[in-house]
């Protein structure tokens, strides 16, 4: 057992224990603070999810210890096992998008028949937010029944959930920063072996959250680079960063039978932070979230071929969160 479950797991019970505890006095203080800033209540909403927040997390630590006590103590054979785990990490993603939807008065709409049910296939999903990450779960893994395998980044080992359950299922936690990226292509190529139809993996392309900070910062590091086709490239992209082609070229080469499903949403983009929560970005927004499935026979063959693909589509998913953005900006100026 790594070294960071024995701080994790007490830890998040400690918070949990001492957060619930503490409510008595933190519950009057936010109303007031509330009631200063008159914002509908978001102090409190957000005091409210980090309780929901730490009470699934101890649930999910719960349930992953009994499914041990159940293999080692009782016998359960290894496909149930992880069937099992898959069914527990999408309740626990799908309960807690849940609560930030009612927590926080979200709509959500969603667009696209991408026959989500029918493995195998990439799912390439945008990330603006922490809470857009929970959307794999509430939309595909939940109520159709995929298994999906996720790429992530290895971070979010430090929440004991995702660190326990995680490792137990075909999941990859990738270092960012690492100098041996053939490494961390070659364990994402991993989680291509026996695919079947009811499997999926999911990937950010971008490879870390959007926000105009990173985009500014990408063009920087382009211009510096000298590499003015790519510069124009990610100059056309307001509101997705450039793809980061090397692991979803890998899955494509180690997945040959996988379609690919493009997963574009706005809705989160104010809220890529915890201080923009907190000033209340995410309270009523619409979330808007759309599937476009491609056929594997659509895919192009070969590197370069499919470098281009990949940055064509990614530029479809800025184009309709650009279209999403200017509708709702009309649509405030016209009311």
Partial sequence: MPVRRFITIPGYIIAWTVWLGAAPVWLPVVIVVDMVRRNQGVALRCAVLVAVYLTYEIMGIAASAGLWVWKNLLGIDSERWTDVHFRLEAWWGTMLFHAVVRLFGLRLEVEGDADLGRGPYLLLLRHTSTADTLL?????????????????????????????????????????FTDDSAREVSRVRELARDLGTRDGILIYP????????KRRRALDHLRENGDAKMLEYAES????????????????????EAD????AHTGFDGAA???QIWKG???????????????????PSGRDARIAWILEEWR???????????QELSGSGTQ
């Fill in 136 to 176: 794999a779960s509430a939309l595909v893994s939940r109520p159709y029944g995929l298994r999906l395998r996720y790429v992530l980044k290895r971070e979010l080992l430090w929440d004991p959930c995702l660190d326990i359950v995680g490792n137990r299922l075909p999941n990859v936690f990738v270092d960012r």
């Fill in 206 to 213: 971008e490879g870390t959250r959007f926000s105009q900070a």
């Fill in 237 to 256: 992209l307001a509101f997705v960063l450039p793809p980061r082609p090397g692991g979803l070229l890998g899955l494509l080469e180690a997945a040959s």
């Fill in 260 to 263: 690919v499903v493009v997963c």
């Fill in 273 to 275: 932070s915890l201080a």
């Fill in 281 to 299: 970005a995410l309270l009523h927004q619409v979330i808007r979230v759309q599937f476009r499935r491609i056929a594997r026979d659509e895919i």
């Fill in 316 to 326: 479809r998913v800025g184009d309709w969160v650009e279209h999403q953005q200017s």
